[in-house]
């Protein structure tokens, strides 16, 4: 397949400034007449073709200027329309297709989800619907007309105000007309159809605006839309607040639907979501789906500024909108709840799937400068690194000059389609400074590792750091060039208080953060009184693994008396990682793990610390999962003794801590009645983590709690946790437990995705036989993208012993799907397929094994190039 490559990039010849849309809906045959408002750009040579892009289309009929054109006047293929001489002057362009929604399981396009018309055009699905320079540079004005039969689809939505509604005479058939004024690309179109209920609400803008709000759903769903809603509106008045960013429409919707490719869209003024990011109460919702629903939701909504009203110019610059949305929508949550947790929760994220895209074959820059499929570059590293850089742009800078940058981005590039170079202007101009080596964080892919080696000589009362930095190779970047990193530190002095210092040479400094910019530094700090313990990378302050000459005790100390809270945890997750580094290579030699008695006292401590936020004491006591502690271990990893290591240590730590934990569990109270909120949610993780210890305690002993928990649950989030103690470890009741939560939540889909997940990671040698005949269950489908993920996704990212089992049968089981996922839909598949990004860190016989999988999944015929790209780039 073509390569597309940044260089390339080339304004179009021709602008399309209208678009108006006349949709009549059919569930087998759709019509759409396209009239598009053609300009001839300067520059373009009079008579140059006009070539739009198409895929999968039926042309049924193409006027110019109402003229109907002849065979010799354009070459139309089922994904390309070329004009082949059109005129100088501005002219109407009409083109008639004809679509067939319900056998449109790509989910890309015009498709039906249980019965709704809906669409999905990011990035390159406009061009399913009709015939259009489909891409993000090209703005046009839309007015789209919508027909369908009234009892088909009493509700017709669409992009921007409502102008028209009315009944088409002597038909069933109804019609509503939407105009939305703000000039957008063409993956902005949306148009929803289909019998919803409508939850309504409405917002006052900070300059007296009224916004009519609504969230469609399923029937029977609007009960579940009150948390989707509170969060809508607490975004819209938060950009406010924050970016002093309005709405503007007088109508702002979100419609859930349940068979979606990714998580949500933010469609100019009408949002589609993935209904797992809108449904929710408490008897089917955890309080991590409130969470993230809280996050999708505004993250969508943020996009009206950051993506919308200012786009992308080309797909090369996915993260300008997102990267920088994602860090909008972290901050929001940050200011919603616990700053410190939701920054631990998102460099966990973070370290958990970027880390280790960024170290293996799928590596791309944060701005990749090359791609095959661009639906394959919704990664990680586009969202979670593009968010860290923006981040560390702000710690670099200053709250004041990222500020007055924003602010100019949105002043300047209102309207238009840009560029991360027009990005870091504003910033540069802000602030004064060069950010060219800055910069580099959009070129360079792989993440930096920084050594950090220092010393306390008490004759001069200096403190000395040696620090290297260096870039991996990543794919076709060899070679690197040494990245601005900003290095938040402090001397923690012997009583747990920082310590005040004279000065800081060979290095930049801006307050506490080090600018290192060179691949070595020596850096002096002068006039320390008493032997510090450094804590480095205070709040992640960049996206970079960290090594330092720190033992145990001074991490220990760290995790006790930090004042940086993420400092803390990230002290006592390293010990952790170290002694499960050490365990797993002491089972590999068929070695019991050394016990670490300072560790676990370290747990109790943290655990009985009532100063501290429970969610904080949560995320401390929790375990690196193993795919952590795999990418720690980095090459040769046999990712059974890596499990046989974290048993160990959690099975050790709570048959030590037993008493303690089961004491602070039941003391520990949430409230009479539940609610979401950060307060409730923490002491909820909180008890839940304690009680996973006690589930793992040698010989089940503490089995009956677990399953009482369970049985006493009044909230989907003890249920669940419960759940997975009971089938993860192995107690007993686990198949009266799963039935009970199936009977339970029989009707409620989004709970039975979580019961299919409960299976697909347990770390059992008969799970992947309970996968193959759980798809066969009749709630199994693999046309819905939730229930595949849910099942097989979570078994190939979530289920790190099976799906790496020895002998190669989870390797082909992942690989077998994707290939017969890729016919029908190519998008879902390679993703899936991308579960396979680590392959090269594996021991020797399961490296072979996956690799067996990957060339046979090379060598089917008429793959699509979603699964083509990931494939051969995985294989390079
Ligand atoms: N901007 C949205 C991306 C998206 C998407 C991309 C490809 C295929 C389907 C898709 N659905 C949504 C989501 C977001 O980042 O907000
Ligand atoms: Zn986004």
Redesign the pocket.
């Known amino acids: 397949p073509a390569e597309i490559r940044l260089e390339d990039y080339r304004p179009s010849a021709y602008a399309i400034d209208k678009v108006d849309l006349d949709i009549r809906l059919a569930p087998k045959a759709a019509k759409v007449r396209a009239r598009l408002s053609v300009n001839r750009r300067d520059g373009t040579a009079p008579g140059t073709p006009l070539v739009l892009d198409g895929d999968d289309l039926k042309l049924v009929g193409l006027k110019l200027d109402d003229v109907v054109l002849g065979a010799d006047a354009f070459e139309a293929t089922p994904d390309r329309l070329e004009i082949v001489a059109p005129p100088a002057d501005p002219f109407m362009l009409e083109i008639v297709t004809e679509l067939d929604p319900d056998a449109n399981s790509k989910l ?1 396009g015009l498709y039906r989800s249980s019965d709704t018309y809906c669409t ?1 055009c ?2 390159e699905g406009f061009r399913r619907i009709t015939y259009f320079l489909d891409r993000p540079d090209v703005l046009s004005v839309y007015t789209t007309r919508i027909e369908a039969r009234r009892t088909e689809a009493p509700v017709l939505l669409g992009n921007g105000n409502l102008t028209a509604t009315g009944d088409v005479p002597g038909t069933d058939r109804h019609f509503a007309v939407w105009h939305d004024p703000h000039p957008k690309p063409s993956y902005l179109f949306a148009m929803v159809a289909g019998d919803l209920a409508l939850v309504e609400d409405s917002f006052t803008t900070a300059s007296g605006r009224e916004v009519k709000l609504g969230i469609y759903v399923e029937h029977g769903n609007e009960e579940r839309c009150g948390w989707a809603m509170d969060c809508l509106k607490r975004s819209m008045r938060w950009d406010e607040e924050a970016f002093g960013l309005e709405y503007d429409l007088d109508v702002f919707n979100i419609v859930a639907v349940s068979d979606f ?6 469609n100019k003024g009408l949002n589609i979501f993935n209904d797992k990011y809108v449904l929710a109460d408490p008897d089917t919702a955890t309080d991590q789906d409130y969470a993230n629903i809280e996050g999708v939701i505004a ?2 909504y943020f ?1 009206n500024w950051t993506g919308n009203r200012i786009t992308c110019r080309d797909w090369f610059q996915l993260c300008l909108k ?1 990267g920088l ?1 994602v860090f909008r929508d972290q901050e929001f949550s940050s200011d919603q709840r616990s700053r410190p947790v939701k920054r631990i929760s998102d460099v966990r994220l973070l370290k958990s799937h970027q880390f280790p895209e960024d170290a293996g074959p799928l590596a791309h820059p944060v701005r990749p400068r090359l791609y095959q499929e661009i ?1 394959n570059f ?1 990664t990680a590293t586009v969202y979670e690194k593009g968010a860290e850089v923006v981040r560390m742009l702000k710690t670099f800078l200053g709250d004041e000059a990222f500020a007055a940058g924003m602010a100019l981005y949105f002043r300047r590039h209102d309207g238009e389609a840009t560029t991360i170079e027009a990005f870091l202007s504003c910033f540069a101009e802000s602030s004064g400074q060069d950010l060219t080596q800055f910069a580099l964080w959009y070129e360079q892919a792989g993440t930096p590792v920084i050594d950090v080696d220092s010393r306390y000589d008490a004759g001069t009362r200096q403190f000395v750091m040696h620090i290297r930095q260096q870039v991996p190779p990543t794919p076709r970047q060899p070679e690197k060039q040494p990245m601005a990193i900003p290095l938040r530190i402090g001397l923690v002095g012997p009583n747990g208080e920082d310590l005040e210092y004279g000065g800081i040479g060979g290095v930049d400094v801006e307050g506490d953060v080090l600018r290192i910019a060179e691949a070595e530094h020596k850096i002096v700090i002068s006039d320390v009184a008493v032997k510090p313990i450094p804590s480095l990378l205070r709040n992640f302050s960049a996206p970079v693994l960290l090594e330092s000459n720190l033992g145990e005790d001074d991490l220990l100390f760290l995790a006790r008396h930090d004042r940086d809270p993420f400092n803390r945890w990230q002290a006592l997750q390293t010990v952790a990682l170290q002694a499960l580094i050490a365990g797993a290579s002491a089972a590999v030699e068929g070695r019991t793990p050394d016990a670490d008695p300072q560790l676990i006292e370290a747990f109790a401590s943290v655990a009985g610390d009532e100063s501290l936020d429970p969610a904080f004491r949560a995320l401390a006591l929790q375990l690196p999962g193993e795919a952590d502690i795999a990418r720690e271990i980095g090459s040769d990893v046999d990712p059974d003794a890596v499990a046989a290591a974290r048993n160990h240590l959690r099975r050790t730590t709570a048959d030590s801590l037993r008493s303690t934990f089961r004491r602070q569990f039941e003391a520990l109270r949430d409230g009479e009645n539940y609610s979401p909120s950060a307060a409730q949610a923490g002491i909820r993780a909180l008890r839940n983590t304690l009680l996973e210890y006690l589930a793992h305690a040698t010989g089940g002993a503490e089995g009956d709690l677990v399953r009482k928990h369970f049985e006493a649950a009044d909230n989907m989030t003890d249920r669940y946790a419960a759940l997975n103690m009971i089938v993860h470890a192995g107690l007993e009741g686990r198949d009266a437990a799963l039935s009970r939560f199936y009977d339970r939540h029989r009707n409620h889909a989004l709970a039975i995705d979580k019961w299919f997940t409960v299976q697909a990671t347990a770390g059992h040698a008969d799970t992947l036989d309970k996968i193959r005949a759980l798809t066969a269950h009749p709630a199994f489908s693999f046309g819905n993208p939730n229930r595949v993920r849910a099942l097989i996704g979570a078994f190939a990212t979530g289920n790190q012993t099976q799906f790496n089992r020895i002998d190669g049968a989870g390797f082909d089981f992942v690989a077998d799907t994707v290939l017969a996922l890729d016919e029908r839909n190519p ?1 879902v598949a390679a993703r899936l397929l991308s579960a396979f990004r680590s392959w090269r860190a594996l021991e020797p016989v399961r490296r072979a094994a996956a690799e067996r999988a990957l060339r046979k999944v090379e060598a089917k015929q008429n793959l699509s190039r979603d699964v083509q790209d990931i494939v051969s780039r995985s294989l390079q």
């Open positions: 890309m999905q990011e990035a490719n990714m998580g949500a869209m933010e993250h969508e996009h997102e949305t639906n919704y998008q």
